[in-house]
């Protein structure tokens, strides 16, 4: 291409430089780059002083820029022209010799075009590339193009090709002129264009940045350099975008987030006007641009140095807002946050803290999992940075409905735990802030969940007490760990080997089925042998099949079998445990298989039945760990405890083990460990020794016999003279490990038995205790003397006999401490006829019968068998416990059952409804215990309908429980095993019902037939029962229970059958329970699936043909039991004595008035906000009333809590007296401290009605208050308690010598009515209960809560007022409301 010969403006010739000849486009390549080479050097010498060569070599100067020279093919041509170029900008500055716009355009446009040759580093011609790039940002030449009017095109051009061309081979001195270059653009100009700013800002996109890193590095420092100029630019971007929704302004409009989060990193001050603008979008109506805002603030506000939240307040609030979004993403998205800004910002763990709560019970599912995660994360990191109550949530998780979100809280938890408390990576004072965390997890062994009981096996086999450690640091760990663990935990621990230990029994047995000929009869034990192993494996339906699988792989491989039997042979040590496991998951494998269910569910039974813990080197560590504790010489109290907790919590943990493992302690050293703790003055651990000689001796006699030589001397000691427990074990013991036991017994029978004086009581429960355990063990050997001792000193001298009055401090119970020593001594007597009795099993000589009759009298006449009024009411209270329980202890075993007659059962089943609050508790736990072992009849189940009428809400509450249990516990059995249903009518919870009918008919506080008071009773007796029955209609039991009833009708009462009085109750209890049935099921009209047989023992066998469909309630009280009627609530005042549980702060309560304060008069003491009310607004005055009083005369003055009227005068009541001629119905409970004071009548005016008769309590009848009384009084005192005409009459053949001296009092007339009992009841608070229905601690209401708080009797706090229903304090206690009691339950004040 020819071009013409460039001219000077002014038509003067071009001069060269010297040595330079002519350019001109007729030379080669080379020779115009050898002559321009020299054009370079002499402008490269020159400077600005130089005005000659600047005239002289202006026309060359234009000539450069030239179309021949900027169009130039020649690369190095270009780059030559271009330092010329940039030389003559620099000679030539301030002004350019290029007059023209468009030639000034083009000029950079080339220069610009040249820099793309700064790319390559290692090209010849680099450092020449390098000069011009140098030249060009010394000399700020490109700042000429601002006067140009599309200078935007140049530079956008300039930047694009500055950050195309930078890379990691370039030094800091090219990064530093392009800076220079480009800084000076951005500063000196008048303003950055959307353009301009796109080709800086597209550098930060992550797609860009991962491109090319040295760009996004060159862009961050340019934006810090200019970040005061560039400013404003990003603002109004950012402004269109955000807030008018200008997407089109830029490309890069999608990209917005993620630029913030950059620009936020490299300067925050970069986005000051930004900031305002992201608050905007927080509150978008779209979710998902909420989310994207929110994802980035979590970035911003989480970032390690950020400083944001608190220099925009408003912004981090507005954020915080965001965990409670309607959006589950969004949710999500904030929980996810907060564990970084946990992490990097300790100080905002306040301000999360209060949203985590909220989000810790969010519906969603992800949302509670991720709260656990981010506190379990920040906790693992520092536990610093969590605080307790983050804490907390993670521990109310622990119970969460969903397994996965229980299962991260639990394994969190651990993990926390084992790094904190086990390894003790932060000091103590970490691991006293997770200590709790142990009890916790343990605690949730109680869950009915297989998932969690496994879970739990896990987390203690690997984070509490990890298997992986050396014996003895194991073994270390588990004596610490059980010696620090609260009782309920200790508990679970135990519970959980007995699991195992039961699953190991479960195994051994199905292998020994192996071994035996195949048959019909093994291949069904085989196949009940298999459902019980898999309902304790997760998902049992799964788990049935794959063990049937399993069992086949067993019959097919020997050697596997071997191995399994191996595992859980009692000599399996640890090692061998792991090794055996090892194999038999690799012989199960298939790699062909990468998820095997089979082998997962093999490895679940595997893991709960090999021994990882304990073996014998294992026990024979732990006894060496409780000798150093009796020796001094343990670290006890650096592991935090005394050395005496240390030596009991391992004798009581090497006693459960005895059960579990108990060939692991036959050695010499660990049976001289025991005797040494026989020998210690600490009774539980001389017990606990005792118990594991017992379970673990059974070789002694035959290989040890220095041990045997030295223990028999101390047994015999302790039978003799020991505590009751010790007696017991040390009987048991001898009975249980030596062959001459026979002989050994009889030396401690006989002079026991001779030196018993019930003139000394406090040296005769010992041995009672021993004596009757003996007459239990081996009653053929002293069935005699032993009926002699019962005749002529238990029943005649000591049961017969009160020799020292007891004391008269009012009380219905004492501690065990203050109970006397004569009425410990009866209590252990009982016992021993018990005992006596279960030893023969028999009833030929008819003591059984004797024996009940005893009992009956003792519950007749209260405790007081003499009647003499010697013994005190507490003292009472506990020897009709005794007596109902050993009637329950009896009526397991069938020979007794029978002998019990209907009238025994009666006075049994009224315990539960006795006056005193213990007496209570205890009886209903020992019958639920008894009946969810199968122990006791069907029958008895029927007793705990009688609770519906108990005043104390929670008691109540214990026995739906109890019954839920017994009913959930009889219907598995049924259908786990096959031959129950040939005993349905003992087994079937819907038989309960006649019994509870038939028991209701003969309440006595059902005296009135049409009385809708009484009738209400029955309905809600009968109610208690069937609701818990028809919960589910299984098999149409709703029609069945009713056929049963309509056929009850069609009978006559068994135990009165003549009666019509009676028989007229027993239809009338049958039509209230028709009316419960029909109007709480739709499906009761169907047909019953079966005919219903009732027990002949309480029903004659029905009268086909008489066809009683006559309803025996009245229409209005029909009406009445279906309407209901609202019940009157009654004032109540009480005496109130302060709370003294271990651990809360004592207070005062007032009673709730009917125009006093709102404030629930029974709410639980330690609830916050009851406490503060409690202080602020109410005051109890001291009343001169001592609570040891026999009779104290109550007046008290009631300040009632302040309500909105504030000007309400506040009035002094005395208590009106509260008198009713009916017993049984729940009355209001009296206040703490008041429920075991007896409260006498307060006398009435002249002009009153006419005095109610005295109460008699039930089961016994009144006794006259003094010889002076009416005739009526008389006659009233004659009617006789229940039962004791029916107790005589009940005689079967002639009595026997240790009954010859009970008065057992005779019924009066029919016709005489009987004076309704007094009923005296001890409101006290109950326990908590277990997934058994047992009284236990809980499980954690609030972390504060101490054992001591929840003592089965000490924690027991009275209630006042029943009102309707059931709140939760802000403190998570119960606040406990009851419903208003019917009159005839009140106490009589």
Not at 730 to 740: P, W
Not at 910 to 920: A, G, H, K, P, S
Request: charge should be neutral; hydrophobic fraction near 40%; include cysteine.
């Amino acid at each position: 291409m020819a071009f013409p010969q460039p001219k000077s403006a002014d038509g003067k010739i071009i001069i060269y430089p010297p040595g330079v000849k002519e350019i001109t486009d007729k030379i080669s390549n080379d020779e115009l780059v050898k002559r321009l080479k020299m054009v370079v050097k002499t402008f490269m010498d020159m400077d600005q002083d130089s005005e000659d060569e600047k005239q002289q070599y202006l026309p060359l100067a234009l000539h450069l820029a030239s179309e021949f020279f900027l169009r130039n093919p020649n690369k190095d041509v270009r780059l030559l022209v271009a330092c010329c170029l940039a030389d003559i900008f620099r000679i030539y500055a301030p002004e350019a010799p290029y007059t023209s716009h468009d030639k000034l355009k083009d000029i950079f446009m080339f220069i610009t075009r040249q820099l793309k040759g700064l790319e390559d580093t290692k090209s010849p011609q680099f450092n020449r590339y390098f000069y011009l790039l140098e030249n060009l940002a010394w000399v700020k030449s490109y700042n000429i193009c601002f006067e140009l009017e599309d200078c935007n095109e140049i530079f956008i051009q300039l930047f694009r090709t500055l950050f195309s061309v930078i890379n990691n081979s370039h030094n800091q001195k090219v990064q530093m002129h392009m800076l220079d270059l480009m800084s000076s653009i951005i500063m000196e100009g008048d303003g950055v264009t959307q353009d301009l700013l796109d080709s800086i800002l597209i550098n930060l996109i992550p797609a860009h940045k991962n491109m090319n890193k040295q760009a996004y590095d060159l862009a961050k420092v340019l934006l810090k350099r200019t970040a005061q100029t560039i400013e404003p630019c990003i603002a109004s971007f950012f402004n269109q975008v955000l807030v008018l929704g200008k997407s089109s302004v830029s490309d890069l409009s999608e990209h917005v987030f993620d630029l913030i989060m950059e620009l936020f990193a490299i300067d925050p001050h970069l986005l000051l006007s930004v900031m305002p603008q992201l608050e905007f979008k927080l509150k978008s109506n779209d979710g998902e641009e909420r989310l994207a805002v929110v994802r980035l603030l979590a970035k911003l506000f989480g970032a390690k140095d950020s400083e944001l939240a608190t220099q925009n307040r408003p912004l981090w609030q507005c954020f915080l807002g965001r965990f409670n979004d309607i959006h589950v993403p969004v949710r999500l998205e904030c929980v996810k946050f907060a564990s970084h800004c946990l992490m990097n910002h300790p100080d905002l763990a306040k301000d999360l803290t209060d949203y985590l709560k909220v989000r810790s019970h969010d519906p969603e599912e992800a949302i509670r999992h991720d709260v656990i995660v981010t506190i379990i994360t920040a906790g693992k990191k520092d536990l610093s940075l969590v605080n307790d109550q983050l804490l907390g949530f993670v521990r109310e998780r622990t119970l969460d409905k969903r397994w996965r979100v229980r299962k991260e809280a639990m394994m969190g938890l651990a993990q926390l735990y084992k790094k904190y408390c086990l390894h003790a990576e932060a000091g103590k004072e970490a691991a006293q802030k997770v200590n709790w965390i142990k009890d916790k997890l343990l605690h949730i062994y109680y869950q009915n969940s297989i998932d969690d009981k496994l879970l739990v096996e896990k987390i203690f086999a690997q984070y509490l007490v990890p298997h992986n450690l050396e014996t003895e640091e194991r073994m270390k760990c588990l004596y610490y760990l059980y010696a620090s663990l609260d009782p309920n935990a200790v508990k679970a621990l135990n519970e959980m080997w007995k699991c195992q230990n039961m699953l190991r029994s479960h195994v051994r047995e199905l292998l020994d089925l192996h071994k035996q000929p195949a048959s019909e009869a093994n291949n069904t034990a085989m196949f009940a042998k298999l459902m019980a192993i898999a309902k304790n494996l997760p998902d049992p339906g799964k788990a049935q099949d794959f063990m049937k699988k399993f069992n086949q792989v067993l019959g097919d491989d020997e050697r596997l079998r071997a191995q399994l039997e191996l595992l859980i042979s009692p000599a399996c040590s640890c090692k061998q445990a792991e090794v055996c496991v090892r194999e038999i998951t690799r012989k199960l494998a298939n790699p062909k298989q990468p998820t095997n269910p089979f082998l997962e569910m093999v490895k679940f039974l595997l893991e709960r039945i090999a021994p990882v813990h304990i073996d014998s080197e294992a026990i024979s560590s732990l006894v060496k760990l409780m000798n150093k504790s009796i020796e001094g010489t343990a670290d006890d109290e650096e592991e935090g405890v005394t050395p005496d907790s240390a030596i009991r919590a391992g004798l009581e943990l090497l006693k459960v083990l005895s059960f579990t493992h108990p060939t692991s302690f036959h050695s010499s050293e660990t049976y001289e460990s025991l005797l040494q703790c026989l020998k210690m003055e600490d009774d539980k651990v001389a017990e606990a020794a005792i118990q594991i000689f017992r379970n673990t001796g059974h070789k002694i006699e035959t290989d040890l016999l220095q041990i045997r030589s030295t223990l028999i001397p101390i047994l015999h000691q302790k039978a003799k003279r020991g505590t009751p427990r010790q007696a017991k074990q040390a009987v048991h013991c001898i009975h249980a490990i030596f062959t001459n036991k026979e002989v050994q017994l009889a030396q401690i029978f006989e002079p026991l038995s001779k030196s018993l004086n019930a003139d000394t009581p406090e040296q005769l429960i010992t041995p009672l205790v021993s004596l009757g355990h003996i007459a239990m063990l081996a009653p053929d050997q002293f069935a005699s003397p032993m009926k002699s001792v019962v005749a002529n000193f238990i029943v005649k001298d000591l049961l017969m006999n009160d020799r020292f009055p007891g004391g008269k401090n009012g009380k219905l119970w004492t501690p065990n401490e203050e109970v006397s020593p004569e009425v410990l001594a009866k209590v252990q007597a009982i016992k021993l006829l018990v005992r006596w009795l279960l030893g023969m099993k028999n009833n030929q000589s008819k003591s059984a019968n004797s024996t009940l009759r005893l009992l009956s009298a003792m519950l007749v006449s209260e405790g007081d068998l003499t009647e003499q009024k010697k013994i005190s009411k507490s003292d009472m209270s506990r020897l009709r416990l005794a007596a109902g329980c050993a009637i329950l202890k009896l009526a397991q075993e069938p020979c007794y059952h029978e002998i019990i007659t209907p009238e025994q059962f009666q006075l049994c089943a009224l315990v539960i409804n006795d006056e005193c609050y213990q007496v209570r508790q205890i009886f209903a736990l020992k019958l639920h215990k008894a009946l969810g072992k199968l122990l006791l009849p069907l029958e008895y189940m029927a007793v705990f309908a009688l609770c519906a009428k108990d005043p104390v809400k929670e008691r109540r509450a214990h026995a739906r429980q109890c019954l839920l249990k017994n009913i959930s516990i009889r219907r598995e059995y049924i259908k786990q095993n096959p031959m129950a249903h040939e005993k349905l009518l003992s087994l079937l919870p819907e038989y309960v019902v006649p019994y509870t009918v038939h028991l209701l008919a003969h309440d006595p506080d059902f005296t009135k037939t049409q009385d809708i008071e009484q009738l209400r009773d029955i309905k809600e007796c009968l109610w208690f029962m069937l609701e818990v029955l028809m919960t589910k209609n299984e098999n149409n039991s709703h029609a069945f229970i009713r056929k049963m009833v309509e056929n009850i009708k069609q009978t006559k009462d068994a135990q009165a059958p003549d009666d019509g009085k009676m028989n007229e109750k027993l239809y009338i209890v049958c039509d209230v329970a028709l009316i419960v049935i029909t109007s709480k099921s739709t499906t009761y009209n169907l047909d019953s699936p079966k005919d219903p047989v009732l027990p002949t023992k309480f029903f004659t066998p029905p009268d086909k043909d008489s066809g009683n469909n006559k309803c025996y309630l009245s229409d209005e009280s029909k009406t009445l039991l279906l309407t209901g009627k609202p019940k009157p609530a009654t004032v109540l005042g009480a005496v109130n004595k302060p709370l003294s549980a271990t651990g809360r702060r004592p207070q005062d309560r007032t009673p709730g008035l009917e125009t006093g304060s709102h404030m629930s008069g029974n709410s639980e003491p330690s609830s916050p906000a009851a406490n503060r009310g409690r202080e602020q607004n109410s005051e109890v005055p001291e009343t001169e009333v001592s609570e040891n009083e026999e009779n104290p005369v109550i007046l008290l003055t009631v300040i009632p809590a302040k309500t909105e009227k504030k000007d309400e005068p506040v009035r002094n009541k005395s208590l009106p007296p509260q008198t009713s001629t009916e017993r049984g119905k729940k009355r209001t409970a009296p206040a703490a401290g008041s429920e075991n004071i007896q409260i006498p009548e307060e006398k009435k005016s002249e002009e009153s009605a006419a005095p109610v008769p005295p109460k008699a309590r039930r089961g016994r009848p009144p006794k006259a208050a003094s010889e002076s009384n009416t005739a009526k009084n008389a006659d009233q005192n004659k009617a006789a308690g229940r039962g004791r005409k029916r107790v005589a009459a009940s005689q079967e053949g002639p009595a026997e010598p240790e009954a010859t001296n009970i008065k057992v009092p005779k019924q009066q007339e029919t016709n005489v009515k009987r004076a309704p009992a007094q009923r005296q009841m001890d409101l006290q608070r109950i326990q908590v209960l277990d997934s058994d229905g047992y009284s236990v601690m809980e499980l954690e209401s609030t972390p504060e809560s101490s054992a001591e708080e929840l003592d089965l009797f000490k924690s027991c706090e009275s209630s006042q007022n029943e009102v309707d229903n059931t709140k939760l304090a802000e403190g998570g206690f119960l606040k406990v409301r009851r419903k208003s009691m019917p009159k005839g339950r009140r106490q009589r004040l």
